[in-house]
């Protein structure tokens, strides 16, 4: 039972002790969110403005945007920004063609639903580092398989280059979270009512008419909210490169370049422009979803 | 209804195979590597010629102090389940305030949650790596557990406010009526109502914490903290001359299974969990 805001009379007393009783339940869970963004997000623009290296900690000195200028006129920061996207906007498409044929598989198949449903779930309870590991075996000329099928030369060397490797990557990231695009959008494909189905049938619709007149159009909003956070999630990619490539040959994401400035450098001055800019980056997405496709937020749900 | 043809029986069944040997093939080789002798990695078979359990043996070999592997392996259950424990507790309090209660602020909340559930973590893992060297934290298991919380909440909150706007909370009342005391009427009535979804939330929580590489990597420098992923990147082979393929293959093997075992008893609950609030219900 709901009570009703702003009741008068007698009500506004029990209202006040409702709103106090909330308030008091959210507490904790709020201060402990923001205890690790607000605060640091907050710190790290304080230290982007900064000259901060933890190797040379008397050299610190304020910098005013030295920081930013130094990051955004490097060519790595660039190169790095195009691998994130490349590989962001190919993982992304790729998985929604091949969450949504799951997602009908699951949702169609006359038989074997439960098989699938059971399968699906397996890459979703791998660790990704341990999921990179097995794809990198797989393609490791040394010790891989793959090399060993029909039409794949004995001798390619996967980690040898730019592109191959961000194949290789691509497949890794692809089966490693289709499982959630299939499953979001599972739950978009029930709510279509049969009934529309039929009809067009009778109308002699064929199955890809059916498919692009009435399957798509009715689930975009659940198609957008998948996309946003497979889209957010794909651009925040560490895991697999980190275990791959460690960013070698040209591979390194925005991330990776993060972690290096911060962790291996300790420039946690240069580092936290870094990370400001894919903080922004981040926002940027999510407000061309919102405001460009139309996304409506409160339908959606954070990622697993 | 169509007319089912062995047509349609046939291609089904190849779909539905596509679907399963896309999920399996990783997996399955993992457990093919972790099991071939050292001198048969290279054989590039998919299935093993000879089956060894070196791998395995030497994985725990010099019990605590000396493995590579038992205390990252207690360290990532132990940071994981106190991770779960305090995340659920807190949004349990949070999602029940937001399912049945009224006041202001509530969406507030929600799309306060849903922003960190979308925050990129490498942006906090610079202030954090500076501050928990001054505040001591670094390298410890706390120092995981805070970040893991924080970004475990939106996760648990939507899950768990998913499930408890479905409990018919007017039962609470009606037993009430019938003579049980408020305390018994939420023991008994509310409490195993709400179970599966608490449930629910509690292992894709875990999942979560299991999976983190960034921060593991980020926030330990040794064995006193470091989790599974981040012990696996930083695996050496048995001396300076043996690679470690077979050592990660069998720990890989060993950290995965009972997790997919899990996955796949509960995999209902998680399915749900997992779309819950996607469709406004």
Known sequence: ?304 | MEQRTSRDYALWSIAILLVVVFALIPVLWLISISLKPPEALADQRFIPSSVSFDNYKSLFEGGVSDSPFIKPLINSIGIALITTTISIVLASFCAYAIARLEFPGKRLILAGALAIAMFPPISTVGPLFDMWRALHLYDTWLGLIIPYLTFSLPLAIYVLVAFFREIPWDLEQAAQVDGATPFQAFTKVIVPLAAPGVFTAAILVFIFCWNDFLFAISLTSSDASRTVPAALAFFTGESSFTAPTGSIAAAAVVVTVPIIVFVLIFQRRIVAGLTAGAVKG
């Open chain 1, 1 to 304: 039972m709901e009570a009703k805001t702003g009741a008068p009379g007698k009500n506004s007393s029990r209202t006040r002790s409702e709103r106090k009783l909330a308030w008091m339940l959210c507490a904790p869970a709020v201060v402990a969110m923001l205890l690790v963004t607000a605060y640091p997000i907050a710190y790290a623009v304080v230290l982007s403005l900064q000259n901060v290296d933890l190797r040379f900690p008397d050299e610190n000195s304020f910098a005013g945007l030295s920081n930013y200028t130094t990051v955004l006129t490097s060519s790595l920061w660039w190169t790095d920004i195009f691998n994130t996207v490349f590989l962001m906007v190919t993982t992304v498409a790729i998985e929604l063609v091949l969450g949504m044929a799951i997602a009908l598989v699951m949702h169609r198949a006359i038989f074997g639903r439960g098989v699938v449903r059971t399968s699906v779930l397996i890459p979703y309870g791998i660790i990704t580092v341990v999921a990179a590991f097995a794809w990198q075996f797989a393609f490791a000329p040394e010790t891989g398989f793959v090399n060993n099928l029909p039409l794949i030369s004995d001798n390619m060397d996967w980690f040898g280059g730019r592109f191959s490797s961000f194949a290789v990557i691509i497949m890794a990231e692809v089966w490693k979270t289709t499982p959630f695009m299939a499953l979001l959008l599972l739950a978009g494909l029930v709510t279509i009512d049969d009934q529309l189905y039929e009809a067009a049938r009778v109308d002699g619709a064929t199955a890809w008419q059916r498919f692009t007149r009435i399957t798509l159009p009715l689930m975009k909003p659940a198609i957008l909210v998948a996309l946003l956070f497979r889209t957010l999630d794909a651009f925040r990619v560490f895991d697999t490169i980190f275990i791959m490539t460690r960013g070698a040959l040209d591979t390194e994401s925005v991330s990776i370049l993060g972690y290096n400035q911060l962790i291996s450098r300790l420039n946690l001055g240069l580092g936290s422009a870094v990370s400001v800019l894919i903080f922004l980056c981040v926002f940027l997405i999510a407000f061309v979803f919102v405001r460009g496709f139309g996304a409506k937020l409160d339908e959606g749900r954070p990622g697993g």
